[in-house]
């Protein structure tokens, strides 16, 4: 079966990987690409992501029953590096970082209690930086 390349393919494709080190829920990428003069219906958008995420170029991830999925571009070999997820308690904003000491803390609870942690599914809640940077000139 051939892959059919479209416009509204493209340029989602276009701001997913200008913004790979995000994560960014469907209403992001609408909002991204109406404010860079390609307005999208929310249809479009979420039958596009479902295409990619289909095809492994872009990874899907649902935080919590509360949260709206949110989507990263990992590129056409579908390979995303392992990385702890951060995320706001005031904005919602889910970050991900690649942390040395996290990793060491991964090894440890292989080795030392027999626990492989799946980090895609690893979130550690907190307020990020702007939102603290709010609270405390409040």
């Known amino acids: 079966m051939q892959e059919y390349k479209t416009k509204q393919k493209e340029i989602l494709i276009e701001c997913l990987s ?17 404010s860079q003069g390609h307005p999208l219906g929310m249809s479009t958008v979420y039958r596009q992501l479902d295409k990619l995420v289909a095809s ?5 991830y649902i935080v919590d029953e509360n949260s709206s999925a949110c989507y990263q571009f990992v590129g056409k070999n579908g390979v995303c ?13 889910l970050i991900h970082t690649d942390c040395s000491l996290m990793r060491k803390i991964t090894e440890h ?12 599914k690893t979130i550690i ?3 990020c930086e702007n939102c603290a940077s709010k609270r405390d000139s409040v």
């Open 81 to 93: 590096c392992e990385h702890f997820h951060l995320k706001c308690n005031v904005c919602g904003k």
């Open 125 to 127: 809640y907190g307020i």
């Open 18 to 34: 200008k913004n790979k080190d995000i994560h960014m829920t469907a209403a992001d990428i609408a909002e991204n690409l109406k």
């Open 56 to 60: 492994g170029v872009v990874r899907k």
């Open 109 to 120: 609870m292989k080795q030392n209690h027999n626990f492989e942690v799946d980090l895609s």
